[in-house]
């Protein structure tokens, strides 16, 4: 079945520290990969997506580039900031059509920023 | 839009009562889902609607039923409520957009079983 690995955390970091969080996966095919985000007390938002080997999803300073050769989509922003504190999530829906695209996620990795 | 909407935001439950988790969305959307969060193992998907009187399985099912009679509303309800069902639900609709689907969450229920 589809499986997603995320780093361990949490992760802690000083504001314009340079972030990394590692994510691979499992999946037959060509799933889309995606990286959500949930600020506390609220619900997951997209943050990113790539469709396919190669894509580089970005948003917000947050870059991810889908790795087919090491099924591999690591998360990076070149500097933090205190409101980027979060959890992050990273997550693959299920090519086939007719799984409506159902999502797998990783466990997900607790960001904390400092000042 | 409203997007995706979710009732209540917090309930306490006494093991045994049962109750029903509330989830509407105004996008249109035909694809439903409801996933539970608990800390260290991410979201996991309990069931799923592709449409109108259409529902499904997901990986944790288990004490919880849907139903979809209309494309806006999905709800989800617990029976028999257990300790084991204290958890943050969330509901989501999605789109296809490009060849793939991009998921929309509530904001989340936040259940408690004592």
């Known amino acids: 079945g589809n499986s997603v690995t995320q780093m361990e955390g949490p992760v802690t970091l000083s504001e314009e520290a340079f972030l990394t969080i590692n994510c691979t996966y499992t999946a037959t095919g060509y799933p889309s990969l995606f990286w959500y985000v949930q600020y506390p007390g609220e619900g997951l938002q997209l943050l990113l997506k790539a469709t396919k080997a190669d894509d580089k999803g970005s948003n917000k300073g947050f870059e991810a580039t889908y790795r087919k050769e090491t099924t591999s989509f690591h998360l990076e922003k070149g500097s933090v900031q205190v409101s980027d504190s979060a959890v992050y999530f990273c997550?693959?829906?299920?090519?086939?059509?007719?799984?409506?695209?159902?999502?797998?996620f990783g466990q997900g990795t607790i960001l904390t920023v400092h000042p | 839009n409203a997007g995706v909407t979710q009732t209540p935001k917090f309930q306490v439950l006494k093991t045994g009562q049962s109750m029903t988790l509330q989830c509407a969305q105004d996008?249109?959307?035909?694809?439903m889902s409801w996933y539970r969060q608990d800390p260290g193992m991410g979201l996991r998907l309990i069931h799923y609607s592709v449409g109108a009187g259409i529902t499904d399985q997901g990986e944790v099912p288990n004490g919880y039923n849907v139903s979809r009679s209309t494309t806006e509303d999905f709800p989800l309800r617990l029976l028999s409520a257990a300790p084991s069902q204290t958890s943050v639900y969330f509901c989501?609709?999605?789109?296809?957009?490009?060849?793939?689907?991009?998921?929309?969450f509530g904001p989340g229920t936040r259940l408690t079983v004592t």
């Open positions: 989501a609709s999605s789109l296809q957009d490009r060849g793939a689907y991009e998921q929309y």
């Open positions: 996008m249109n959307h035909e694809y």
């Open positions: 997550a693959l829906s299920d090519p086939a059509r007719t799984s409506y695209g159902k999502l797998t």
